[in-house]
């Protein structure tokens, strides 16, 4: 949930590139994501396909100012905008260049799963301990994926969730902390998208930004 300035960890990462671009003579549009800051909508219920659709909407309205080259409408997107970009892309063919910054680049399971383990790493945990997060979190994936509708999938991460709960692998409370991240439409979209055929697809110019 952020606003247009995206602040992570005190560093307003929005504001700066804005900032910088405005500098060089480049027009930007930022916005709050849809049900946040000045946003109207619902961000608890809403997917990366809602957030594609915003986005969309975004560069048509862009397209009608008098002072934008319409050829030269670009998207930048950072984390889950790296998704939403291709997706902009692909669906209009007039967007003139992508800037993918930590984009995803795997399916969303295999990505969470790599995430959890490194910051896991990062903060000390034991391999041991890493690998059973791991095992777990992915048979919860599993259980999501194989899930016929998000109804479908909260009932069977109930189950899965009552018995680790059983078999003291975790509190209840836990369990419920677990359920409600694991059972969101976001999430349940998110860990079935697959990026690689959309980007498959996208015929602009890419600049694709990533961390050592």
């Keep these: ?23 060089a003579g480049i027009a930007v549009l930022r916005y709050d994501k849809r049900g946040i800051g000045q946003s109207t ?6 997917t990366t396909t809602d957030f594609t659709a915003d986005a969309i909407a975004a560069v048509n309205w862009l397209k009608t100012r008098p002072e934008v080259d319409k050829a030269h409408v670009g998207v930048i997107g950072h984390s889950e905008g790296g998704l939403i970009a291709p997706a902009v892309a692909v669906s209009d063919s007039s967007v003139g260049f992508i800037v993918l910054m930590a984009g995803p680049g795997l399916p969303g399971d295999q990505i969470l799963l790599l995430q959890q383990a490194a910051i896991a790493r990062a903060a000390g945990q034991p391999e041991a301990a890493i690998a059973n997060a791991e095992k777990m979190n992915k048979a919860a994936f599993e259980i999501i994926k194989s899930a016929q509708s998000l109804e479908d999938a909260k009932t069977k991460a109930a189950a899965m969730a009552a018995d680790l709960v059983a078999g003291g692998q975790m509190t209840q409370a836990q369990a419920d902390t677990a359920i409600a991240g694991v059972t969101t439409p976001w999430f349940y ?17 890419v600049l694709a930004i990533n961390g050592a």
């Design 41 to 46: 909508g619902d961000y608890a219920n809403a």
């Design 189 to 205: 979209e998110f860990i079935r998208t697959d990026p690689r055929p959309v980007l498959e697809k996208v015929k602009a110019p």
């Design 1 to 23: 949930p952020q606003t247009r300035v995206e602040n992570v960890f005190g560093h307003k990462l929005f504001l700066v590139l804005a900032d910088a671009l405005n500098r």
